[in-house]
């Protein structure tokens, strides 16, 4: 697993927005940070020729680094590409990226994450991690991530979040809060409903996620602080929520669709449009170990 970062600049604030989570998780993981800008493609990008318009990305992308990133260690990369998603796309797939970082649209609200069009496009078909920074994020005081949160719902995606979770509660010294959501009874149940009352129906939806939440508690390390709370409603609104007392939530993709790619669903994309803090939802059936935070002996057993 490659420990490169891919942080999309566009020279906007969301951009600054990227480059703050970016810096941030670079530091923390250990990851070598690929700063980079997607310009048009074509002969005349941009109202310029190719070569200048490349040259002047790249040196605001310097300047950025060494004023923002501390500039050492920092990679550089210029993409030319007719649509920013794809540039990043075909950029972390040949880094071998183990996440990308963009930030919110211009058009949400001040601390709370929402999908541009480039972050939505990555989050249905990225080849890896997308972490989304919440607009405004470049402006606060003090970036930290010592709380970090988890959903948990016992699938197969989910257990990929919490493993994932657990590796990066260990390597950022944080303390790891999982949420499990019971639901109300689904619509279209209402002949079910008819001979089980809606208490019985809380009751055993309630029951059935205390025993969720239990597996995910017993799969924590013993040495790692952890927090685990059912909370009961809409699980975007409950996560969204959730997300207030968090410095980054990681989410799994939907349990269906490509391999190795970020598959948005409809839960984690309610939650990616309202968070107050940074999310990051995982490549599906990228493996135990998706950001390849386990030393390498782990990983070759």
Known sequence: MSSKLIIGFDGTPQGDDAVALGRLLAQSLGYRAVLTTVVPS????????????????????????????????VEIDVVAN??????????AAEHKAGAIVVGSTHKGPLGRVVRGSVGDNLLNGAPCAVAVAPRGYAAEEEHRLLRLGVAYDGSDESRAALQAAIALAERFHARLAITTVAEPAPMG???????????????????????????????????????????????????VEASSELDLLVLGSRGYGPVRRVVLGSTAAGVVDAAHCPVMVLARG???????????TEREE
């Open 42 to 73: 074509g002969p005349g990008i941009a109202g310029g020729p190719k070569e200048k318009v490349l040259a002047d990305a790249r040196e605001r992308l310097e300047r950025v680094a060494a004023e923002r990133m501390g500039g050492t260690g």
């Open 82 to 91: 007719r649509s920013p998603a794809r540039g990043l796309y075909l950029l």
């Open 189 to 239: 149940y209402g002949a079910a409903l008819a001979v089980i009352s809606a208490g019985d129906w809380e009751a055993f939806e309630v029951e059935s996620k205390e025993t969720v939440l239990n597996e995910a508690l017993e799969a924590v390390p013993p040495n790692l602080p952890v927090d685990g709370r059912i909370r009961r409603g809409s699980a975007i609104r409950e996560l």
């Open 286 to 296: 990228a493996g135990a170990d998706p950001l390849g935070l386990a030393p390498a």
